[in-house]
């Protein structure tokens, strides 16, 4: 009898540490709710990016865009940023990799089809490529944040305007 009592126990000890270990890996949250266990990046997400001078902090004004991150690591990209006149700047594709438990990186580029003037306070870019480069970190289940630094190539590979930004976005449902 005692020996079948030592089992149940045995069992019952295993379940509870099973569980506990269950529960800690999946990132059940904590009596103040600041412990959880970010969704995957995968899907679309809409975001506000707010542009910024890199040196002086000087920010413009928030416009929207959408990331989209595939299961293989591929990244796809649009903004709606008043900065480009219509029809200047491609949709940007990349790619983007963990790098710790809620934190990715991604990369990504896009054309710029022509050039363009400045108009109003945003500067005017040279046709060629825009290159992102962002890091990303859940700030919730469905949010995440990123920084990010891009640059600005003309037809020759010639670096003609760089800058900082930073976003905020939810998982699109």
Request: hydrophobic share 40%.
């Amino acid at each position: 009898m005692k020996s079948g009592t030592f089992n149940r126990r045995r069992v019952a000890g295993a379940v509870a540490a099973t569980m506990v270990l269950a529960l800690a890996q999946t990132g059940v949250a904590g009596a103040h709710g600041q412990d959880f266990r970010p969704a995957s990046l995968v899907g679309t997400w809409r975001v506000q990016v707010t542009t910024y001078n890199c040196a002086t902090g000087a920010e413009n004004p928030a416009f929207p865009a959408y990331l989209t991150f595939g299961a293989d690591g591929t990244l796809v990209e649009t903004t709606a940023n008043p900065a480009f006149v219509a029809g200047q700047r491609s949709p940007g594709h990349g790619s983007w990799e963990r790098t710790g438990h809620n934190s990715w990186r991604a990369a990504s580029e896009a054309f710029l089809l022509f050039s363009s003037t400045a108009h109003g306070p945003f500067p005017g870019f040279a046709a060629g490529v825009q290159r992102l480069e962002q890091s990303i970190e859940f700030t919730g289940r469905d949010r995440i944040s990123s920084e990010a630094f891009t640059e600005f190539f003309d037809t020759a590979g010639t670096v003609t305007f760089s800058g900082c930004a930073r976003a905020v976005g939810t998982r699109f449902e």
